[in-house]
Structures are given as C-alpha cells and as structure tokens.
C-alpha cells in the first residue's frame, strides 16, 4: 500500500480597512508544520493589537515546537490554553490591557487529516468543487439567537447586538474551542478570516471570488480590495490554504 504524500500551500493578507486607525488582526502560518491561524483583537488602547499577536505567537510557537507524536487536537487544545493564560495574566498586570481578548481560527494538517479549531466570530470554510461552507460556528449572540430560533439570520448582520462574542481568549481564566475533524480531498480550498471579510461580503460572493482560477496571493488581494470596496469598516485578513494534488 503507497501512502500519498499531501501538499498543502498557503497565502495571507492582513489589511487595516478603511476605517478603523490601527490593524487589530494577527495571523501566522507555517506550511511545514501544517499551522495556519488568524486572531481578530479586541481591548481598548492597544489592547486588541497585544492580544491578537500574543495568541498568534504563542499558538505558533507551541504547535511548531511540539514532538512528532503528540497528536495533534491535543496539542491545539494545549497551545490555546497557553495562549489564553498569556493574554490573561498580561491583562492582570495593566490597567489599561484590562479586559482585552481575541478571536482564534485556526486550520491544523497533517496528511489527509485536517482539524478546524475556533473560538469567537472569526471563521474557517471550506470551498470544494466550487462550493464554499462555513465549517465554525461562530461563538456570538447572534448566531446564539439564530440558533435559537429568536432571530432570522438576515437579521443578524444589522443587529446591533452584532458585536457581542460570547467566547474569547485571554477574557477567563480558562476557555474551551471547537474542534472540527475533516478529511481533505485534493482541490479543497481552506479560507480562515476575520469578521472584516464576512461582515462586508456575502458568503456566495466569497465563494465566486474563491472560484476564480488565480494563484492563492491573488485570491488573497482580490477577497481585501472587495471588501474594502464593499466599505471596509474593520480590519480584513484572509489566509487560504489549498490542498494540492
Ligand atoms: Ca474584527
């Protein structure tokens, strides 16, 4: 029995949008490790800046540092609590840190197997043959209510609840992710983003704009310029990953 070998490739953007003054948004990514995450921040001062790279860096650091053998869920489970405890003691120390958090998407591979972990409202898809699904749930009011049933889903976007995420890292002492298991098939196409990308643009917009044959760079640049054409209001980043043949 041969074993196929899985290549996976990766592109990023991060872009500030045309509103806000700083760029609140962190991602990382290492294609030889098979870890891809973007963080989205939050926290006044610079708060939502610190906690966002803090969570990126300790996330990276502990997944590409890890033993062979480890299997992988438990070792994401691991990097975010250390993550969370980073945030949070930093928080604890400042009154002006006070209160900061972040979102976290992140895509784990290895081999054919992929993992999508989430806490908070940024999200991971996943576009096969042309059609594109949202595999997080995104951990908001909204999306609660939706659930619930008290709240149709296009109304969620004009909400003014909308904002309100009701998990995050560095917030608690302790926080618990999804993990989404997944197979991956030759073609697949991974997209992790921040809130700045979907809040401006449609799912199905995403998915004609994912569907153009362009390298991943490209895609990347067209998915920030369409949503800072559609306003920009917050920080877009986008980080595709695409599963070769
Ligand atoms: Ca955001």
Redesign the pocket.
């Known amino acids: 029995m041969s074993t196929a070998v899985v290549h996976y490739t990766a592109a990023a953007i991060s872009d500030r949008g045309r509103k806000r003054p700083s760029n609140e948004?962190a991602f990382g990514y290492s294609v030889e490790h098979g870890v891809y995450v973007v963080c989205?921040g939050m926290g006044g001062a610079a708060g939502g800046e610190i906690a966002s790279s803090l969570a990126v860096d300790e996330f990276m650091k502990r997944l590409t540092g890890r033993t062979a053998d480890d299997p992988l869920p438990t070792g994401a489970e691991q990097a975010i609590a250390a993550a969370n405890q980073a945030i949070f003691t930093r928080s604890e120390r400042s009154n002006k840190l006070s209160g900061m958090g972040t979102t976290l998407v992140a895509l784990l591979t290895n081999e054919r197997h992929v993992w999508m972990i989430n806490v908070g409202d940024s999200r991971g898809y996943r576009m096969r043959s042309g059609r594109l699904e949202q595999i997080t749930v995104d951990h908001s009011l909204v999306e609660e209510q939706v659930r619930m049933g008290r709240l149709e889903r296009s109304e969620a976007l004009r909400s003014p609840l909308r904002n309100v995420i009701t998990r995050a890292l560095g917030t608690q002492s302790s926080v618990t992710p999804d993990i989404f298991e997944l197979e991956t098939a030759p073609g697949d196409l991974f997209l992790l983003c921040?809130?700045?990308l979907t809040r401006e643009l449609s799912d199905a917009l995403i998915e004609s704009l994912l569907g153009a044959a362009a390298p991943l760079e490209e895609l990347c640049s067209r998915l920030a310029a369409a949503a800072n054409q559609a306003g920009g209001h917050?920080?877009i980043t986008c980080l595709l990953v695409r599963v070769e043949a």
């Open positions: 948004d989205d921040s809130d700045g917050d920080n």
